[in-house]
């Protein structure tokens, strides 16, 4: 079903965020975290793009597998910075016979490799303008709560954000943020230069700080000293459950505030998740399957 369906009928809308295993071994762990997730009837999944790219045939097979065998409304992330055009339209193509409706579309990490050549699609809403001529998937981009890392300004990366949602994105998933203060202000600023489609928040909890620590230098994303003190120096299980917690009020001043959506990165493990989904107490049916306009 699309997503941009689902939205015309509820908010707020749950979401999980899986990525493909890169070894045989660790794909029983995804389908542990995804046989525990399933029970909280999520209204879609999605499967990240590895790095320029580099996962996409994995990206795809286990788009196809989680919707096929799992009966989850799945959504694909597609980056495009080195892809052609035939690539895009092979995917495209394998994505309809197969009933996926959605797509995350991305720009993608810029090749690092000067024998790699840009495509024809060098930003995101080239990508977004060619999906909506083809008019089968609801399309999803990203944004970023505190501004993307190369954004010259906060106005300016609105306004890139703008550009995406003018050529045809039906909504907005945001990176990860941990405080709240952030995403309202883009929320706001999204709001007043006319961007009117739902804008779901990005929830990672930080469940251990070397990781935390990692994914903010790759995003840019501010942690508040506060949370980071309350982590240092404490072991493994009182990390874990110090960031749960944290998460967990996260999420409820959001849902409080009227949140479009909350779309939780599970980095394909489901303790943390399944804890602040029962800590919240969300009540939920199960989604209608199928295509939907």
């Known amino acids: 079903m699309k997503i941009s369906t689902i939205f015309q009928r509820k908010k707020p809308t749950i979401s999980f965020e899986f990525f493909p295993p890169k070894k045989v071994e660790n794909e029983q762990m995804l389908f542990d975290t995804v046989d525990v997730l399933k029970g909280y009837n999520p209204d879609f999944v ?29 959504m694909m992330h597609l980056t495009c910075i080195s892809s052609t055009q035939k690539d895009i339209d092979r995917i495209i193509e394998v994505l309809k016979d197969n009933g996926v409706d959605n797509i995350l579309a991305l720009r993608g990490d810029r090749p690092k490799d000067s024998e790699v050549k840009e495509g024809p699609f060098k930003y995101a809403y080239q990508l977004v303008e060619y999906l909506r001529l083809k008019n089968n998937f609801s399309i999803g981009v990203a944004g970023y709560p505190e501004g993307h890392p190369e954004a010259p300004s906060l106005q300016k990366d609105i306004e890139y954000l703008k550009m995406k949602v003018d050529a045809g994105a039906d909504f907005i998933i945001t990176q990860l943020f941990f405080d709240n203060h952030y995403f309202y202000d883009f929320v706001n ?55 749960v917690e944290y998460a967990t009020k996260q999420c409820a001043d959001l849902l409080s505030n009227g949140v479009d959506g909350l779309h939780f990165y599970t980095l394909n493990r489901y303790n943390a998740t399944k804890d602040i989904m029962d ?11 199928g295509s939907g306009a």
């Open 46 to 74: 999605s499967i990240t793009y590895g790095a320029g790219g580099s996962t996409k045939t994995k990206t795809l097979e286990w788009t196809i597998k989680l919707q096929a065998e799992y009966n989850l409304n799945t």
């Open 279 to 289: 800590n919240l107490n969300i009540k939920r049916e199960a989604p209608e399957m």
């Open 189 to 243: 600023r999204a709001r007043q230069i006319g961007i009117k489609v739902p804008i779901v928040a990005g929830i990672m909890p930080a469940i251990n700080l070397t990781q935390i620590e990692r994914f903010v230098a790759m995003c840019g994303a501010t942690v508040p000293a506060r949370l980071i003190n309350s982590l240092t120096g404490k072991d493994k299980q009182l990390m874990y459950t110090i960031g």
